[in-house]
């Protein structure tokens, strides 16, 4: 028969049963708090509020970047091109996923005050019981009793740190969340995480600065919307945009490369059929193929086309000063420019493009003339296939810079027969210009130089840039001074008018005013004085970059069959020349001073 204990130890037994009861509501109250905040912790701005816009931000990845001119906005909601921009995305779907997302956050909160209050009411009241216990049953039960209390105290202090955790984890997750009234009142804007249509267009353009690394005026742009200081949206993506020009590092200009091509081969089966000009377009020229091939695998190296005004500009007096690049890390920028770019008679149906024309969507393309006569508009040359190549990969150009082009003069500019020369036939116009005029009984000069106009407008608007290559081709290393500048002013006279004027020059047949050493000279003089501030010519070592108080100075890398063949070496930091070489080229690629 089990003996009766006291009435003073079975209470006793019963408080400590309710008070461990009691404590381990507590525990597991603390824990829920803790996973409560890891649940609603901010997430970092490289990435998406929630575990779906996360796998939606890898699944789409950089395919998806919208591809948008320079100053254009296309109408369509362009998808996010990398994952910390995937949450600027207007999604209706997404949006209401985490609107119901939050709404379910918050009511799990609600359930956790509720149940705190209970459990603080059960807390007082076993302190009640255990004060009433005191009285009645002695010493011993007081110290036990105590040491409940003390235990009680601590769980008490890490609830309300827990708490504490929570609203702080909550309010980080939800940063700046304006309430309904407040949202309701902005024009055009029905919530801080809606865009209106308006904003909409501002954001493509400020996500299209951002991805061409011009991070100040994708924020301009974003700050320029009215609803900006209650848009959640557009001030997380000007946070991103903070962010990631901070974290850009400055380039060393002395390591900036230069690489250059001429008039790029459409049909290889016309240019290399064994005339006297095949060899010298398989030593300078290259396809269409090769050139794309390059862009491609410098663009995978992380190669990024910048302007040569990036590198120094100039002040009105012609005083330079070095510029600054500021790249993500594994960016490497370039300079790009292409020669020649006339279309002159002597390529005629030997597989190139006629000239540069301007389509009806104000996109630069060219014209290519078939067997049969007839016209194909296309893009067959380097101008077009660099535009498309950025309106996909936004990121391959600095702050929307384009390369430089090139000119000469005397059978016109961009396949426009634009010279005076055309009008007046001198005595001494050269045979190709004579059986030109007379295969076109109703050529106008003033129509040709709009038509070369509109083109140039329409280069300019997507930032390409344009040079004097001499008026007539002229080495400047072996003429006299009286001859350059008569060729000067041709230039000024025919070209200048046409392009709004230049203060780049690069040298024909790759030659200089001097060597290693700075300019000096009576030819150096007088380019400067006309105005020529960026000078240009041909060198095979990856950089050379010269920035003076009254100049800069650049070599450029030739991209053709003739380096391809004899020197890969020498573009391997580039592409590899193996790969990219294309197998319709005549081998062995003829020597320099020997291509026929």
């Given amino acids: 028969m089990s003996e009766k204990k006291p009435d003073s130890e079975t ?55 919208s591809s948008v001119s320079k100053e254009q906005v296309q109408e369509e909601e362009p998808p996010a091109a990398t994952q910390d921009e995937d949450f600027f995305y207007d999604d209706e779907k997404a949006y209401e996923a985490r609107k119901a997302a939050r709404m379910e956050r918050r009511l799990k909160q609600k359930r956790r005050r509720r149940r705190r209050r209970i459990i603080g009411g059960v807390i007082v009241v076993a302190a009640a019981a255990i004060g009433i216990g005191v009285g009645f049953y002695g010493d ?24 504490k955790e929570t609203e702080t984890a909550q309010t980080s997750a939800e940063p700046e969340t304006e309430t309904e009234t407040e949202v309701t009142q902005a024009p055009e804007q029905t919530s801080g995480d809606e865009l209106s249509a308006d904003d909409k ?37 000007a946070k991103v945009y903070k962010k990631k020009k901070e974290s850009c590092v400055s380039w060393p200009l002395d390591q900036v490369t230069h690489v250059f091509y001429h008039t790029l081969i459409k049909d290889t089966s016309k240019a290399f059929d064994g005339d006297y000009k095949s060899g010298d377009y398989d030593q300078v020229m290259t ?28 002040d009105e007096n012609g005083n330079m000063t070095p510029g600054e690049i500021l790249l993500p890390e594994g960016k490497i920028p370039f300079v790009l420019s292409e020669d020649d770019v006339c279309y002159y008679h002597y390529m005629d149906g030997d597989g190139f493009a006629s000239k540069l024309v301007v389509d009806d969507d104000g996109k630069v393309r060219n014209e290519y003339i078939e067997d049969d006569g007839s016209v194909s508009v296309g893009d067959y040359d380097v101008v077009p296939l660099i535009d498309r190549f950025v309106e996909e990969h936004p990121d391959f150009s600095y702050r929307g810079a384009r390369g430089i082009v090139a000119l000469t003069g005397y059978n016109g500019i961009l396949g426009y027969r634009t010279d005076s020369s055309y009008e007046t036939r001198p005595d001494d116009l050269d045979a190709d210009k004579v059986q030109w005029l007379d ?3 109703d050529f106008d000069l003033n129509t040709e130089r709009e038509g070369a106009k509109k083109v140039v407008q329409a280069m300019k608007k997507e930032g390409w840039l344009f040079a004097s290559h001499t008026w007539g081709h002229q080495n400047v290393s072996q003429i006299s001074l009286e001859k350059l500048q008569a060729d000067t002013q041709r230039f000024k006279e025919n070209v200048d008018p046409l392009i709004g004027g230049t203060d780049i020059i690069i040298f024909a047949f790759g030659a200089d005013l001097a060597g290693a050493e700075d300019y000096s000279g009576e030819k150096f003089e007088y380019l400067k004085s006309q105005g020529y501030n960026y000078f240009c010519n041909v060198d095979s070592s990856q950089y050379f970059v010269q920035i ?14 003739y380096r391809m063949y004899y020197n890969p070496e020498l573009i391997s930091d580039l592409f590899d020349a193996q790969e990219v070489f294309n197998s319709d080229r005549p081998v062995p690629v003829p020597p320099m001073g020997d291509s026929n």
């Fill in 11 to 65: 209470t006793e037994e019963r408080l400590s049963e309710k008070i461990s009861i009691q404590t381990e509501e507590i525990k597991a109250e603390i824990q829920d708090k803790r996973e409560s905040a890891e649940d609603t912790a901010e997430p970092s701005a490289a990435e998406p509020e929630n575990a779906e816009e996360t796998k939606s931000a890898e699944e789409t990845g950089s395919a998806e970047e």
């Fill in 140 to 163: 011993q039960l007081q110290a036990f009793v105590k040491e409940q209390q003390v235990r009680i105290a601590q769980l008490s202090q890490k609830n309300t740190e827990a708490q």
């Fill in 201 to 237: 267009k501002l954001y493509r353009r400020a996500k299209r600065y951002a991805q061409q690394y011009d991070y100040d005026k994708a924020i301009k742009v974003l700050k320029s919307s009215p609803n900006y200081k209650i848009s959640t949206k557009l001030r997380k993506a």
């Fill in 287 to 314: 396809t269409i193929d090769e050139f794309n091939k390059i862009t491609q695998s410098m663009y995978e190296k992380g190669y990024v086309m910048v302007s040569i005004y990036d590198m120094a500009t100039v």
């Fill in 439 to 441: 295969n076109h009984p």
């Fill in 548 to 561: 003076r108080d009254n100049y800069f100075r650049m070599g450029r890398r030739n991209l053709d069959g």
